[in-house]
């Protein structure tokens, strides 16, 4: 549809940029906290690991205070587990406690609401050690972690996100290195363990309502538009399935606490059905977030599957689709660019995304990711002269606007990422953040924050609640 006249962005939009507690902080294993499944991992050959990425943990006020400068009204960040329980459960670290107060009281002073995900990517080691997700125990561990959160943080924080992508965790675990690679039958028990997060983050929106009757959570999935390759009935088909498998399965699940029919189905020809404790039915029934927050970056083609195990192997990663025999086949899109990356740029989708979404279920929407990876170059002068960045949030944040005069509920846009942090399977020198962070992959130098251009141009559009793009 074209519009005749473009809404505005509603009054107090919260316009801000995203991080994650392991990507972002460093300190890995400073004042008390334990390691992460992301600290035992193995890292990609080549790139830097998660030790210090941006040392945010030390220069979180300097940080704060150039959000502040830019005008964010808000600011979503992770919570590491493992530095409130250093072995996810048990002892509680004070040490922990205190500096995400620190943090909150510090974005509080500068007007900013702070937006925190509960669980992004970095589980416990110790629960790892356990079976992680495949042990029920950890969906106790996380209503315990979560509880904690509520009584120390929630007089301050209004808006929750439950888990960062878990529908990333199950279907590109290998990517972005949440999947014990040791698991036997990995994709039984990858949606057994799906399950459990399921009824954890049931069991989290539950209990948030009932102990911060004024404050807000949601689920936080990677979502995108799927686009059948061709117009050939099979190859909607698999467009069907894999919008069921990579989206629905887990927005119908945290909204109506049904699995969606599609995936239900491809589960049980597969064999991956998990097992469902009795009254798992009913706390997932029970739980209602109220609103959806995605992570946007691009959408997703595929085609038949032609069934000869050609799309067996890897699994892509974020935004690169392999497939599945007999379900469906990764394609390339002809009408998009791409990234450095080989992520394909799709802001017409991101439209596509807001009002599929907010179809389906009629609930406020924020987007807690969307961004663009690229080898930033500093030049003389101090000078980051990121124009394609301006150009792809530009880009997006105009689609944003459609989607509001489609009638859209959208009521804020947190762009990957503030400042620069470490990439999950790509290093430190795919940049993201409107702050540069002066380092290299395996030098440190002085990580000083260097404002970028995109700095000065989405302070700009926020000033202006996003009229001057
Ligand atoms: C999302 C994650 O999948 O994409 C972030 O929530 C991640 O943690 C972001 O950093 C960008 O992906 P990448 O692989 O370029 O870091």
């Not at 590491?80 to 406690?97: C, F, H, M, Q, V």
């Not at 990995?186 to 949606?191: A, G, I, Q, R, V």
Request: a negative charge; aromatic letters at 12%; glycine letters at 8%.
């Amino acid at each position: 549809m074209k519009h005749a006249k473009l809404k505005d962005f509603p009054d107090n939009f919260l316009w801000g940029a995203s991080t994650s507690a392991y990507q972002v902080e460093g300190a890995w294993n400073e004042d008390g906290k334990g390691p992460s499944v992301i600290d035992m991992a193995n890292h990609t050959e080549g790139v830097t690991d998660f030790k210090v990425t941006s040392d945010h943990y030390h220069h979180y006020k300097e940080d704060i205070s150039l959000m502040a400068e830019m005008g964010f009204k808000t600011y979503r960040f992770s919570i590491a587990w493992t530095r409130i329980y250093p072995t996810g459960s048990g002892e509680l670290n004070p040490k922990g406690i205190e500096f995400y107060n620190n943090l909150i009281d510090e974005l509080i002073d500068k007007g900013i609401e702070p937006l925190v995900t509960m669980y992004h990517f970095d589980l416990p080691y110790a629960l790892q050690e356990k079976g992680g997700w495949s042990n029920r125990e950890t969906v106790d561990a996380f209503e315990n972690y979560a509880r904690t959160l509520f009584e120390n943080f929630g007089d301050r924080v209004k808006y929750w996100l439950t888990i960062n992508e878990q529908n990333m965790m199950i279907l590109h675990g290998d990517a972005i290195g949440t999947v014990d690679p040791n698991l036997e039958n990995p994709k039984k028990e990858l949606y057994q363990q799906n399950h459990h997060m399921l009824v954890a983050q049931a069991k989290a929106m539950n209990l948030c309502h009932q102990m911060l009757p004024g404050a807000k959570i949601g689920p936080a999935p990677n979502i995108a538009n799927i686009y059948p390759a061709s117009s050939s009935p099979e190859d909607m088909i698999a467009a069907d399935n894999y919008a069921a498998i990579r989206n629905w399965l887990y927005l119908d699940m945290a909204v109506y606490g049904r699995y969606n029919t599609i995936a239900w189905n491809y589960m049980e020809e597969k064999g991956y059905i998990p097992v469902i404790q009795e009254g798992d039915m009913e706390i997932l029934k029970s739980a209602k977030p109220d609103f959806i927050a995605f992570n946007y970056y691009t959408s997703q083609t595929v085609e038949a599957s032609r069934d000869n195990g050609e799309e067996a192997g890897h699994t892509g990663d974020q935004q690169i689709s392999v497939g599945e025999p007999g379900v469906y086949k990764g394609a390339k899109n002809p009408n998009l660019k791409v990234n450095e990356f080989g992520w394909e740029i799709d802001p017409v989708g991101f439209r596509t995304t807001f009002r599929q979404i907010y179809d389906r279920y009629q609930l406020p929407l924020i987007v807690t990711e969307n961004g663009l990876g690229a080898f930033d170059k500093l030049e003389e002068g101090d000078i980051i002269n990121d124009s394609y960045r301006i150009d792809y949030l530009r880009q997006h944040i105009e689609q944003i606007k459609l989607a509001i005069t489609d009638g859209v509920e959208v009521f804020g846009y947190c762009p990957w990422s503030a400042i620069d942090l470490v990439s999950t399977h790509q290093g430190s020198s795919k940049r993201y953040g409107f702050i540069y962070v002066n380092r290299d992959e395996f030098d440190l130098k002085d990580l000083r924050r260097i404002r970028k251009q995109s700095f000065y141009w989405y302070k700009d559009v926020i000033a202006t609640n996003g009229a001057n793009l």
